[in-house]
């Protein structure tokens, strides 16, 4: 079992920057694809980052070049850097964490991000 929990969302402007934690409970951290995603009002929830036990990322195509996920396996945390931020990146962002070969998948209760002068 995991348990994820988000911090670090907030009020930012337009163009503003903000950095989101998820600190993650249990052992084996450092196996899990941990991930990013999001859910604005009256949209599905989508992909938003990734990254696997090795470092290996990857991210949906309108934050790359301005969201930079990383994980410190030491602290059992997984980071995702905004930059840039628009309005329509205002939503609500969870974590995830995905144990490879496996069917186990967990998330966070999400955390707002709001996007706004």
């Known amino acids: 079992q995991v348990q994820l929990v988000e911090s670090g969302g907030g009020l930012v402007q337009p163009g503003g920057s903000l950095t989101l934690s998820c600190a993650a409970s249990g052992s084996m951290f450092s196996i899990y694809v941990m991930g990013w995603y999001r859910q604005a009002p009256g949209k599905q929830r989508e992909f938003v980052a990734r990254?696997?036990?090795?470092?290996?990322?990857m991210y949906e195509d309108s934050v790359k070049g301005r969201f930079v996920i990383s994980r410190d396996n030491a602290k059992n945390t997984v980071y995702l850097q905004m930059n840039s931020l628009k309005p329509e990146d205002m939503a609500v962002y969870y974590c995830?964490?995905?144990?490879?070969?496996?069917?186990?998948?967990?998330w966070g209760r999400g955390i707002q991000v709001t996007v706004s002068s």
């Open positions: 990254i696997t036990s090795s470092g290996i990322t």
């Open positions: 995830n964490a995905a144990r490879p070969g496996t069917p186990s998948v967990y």
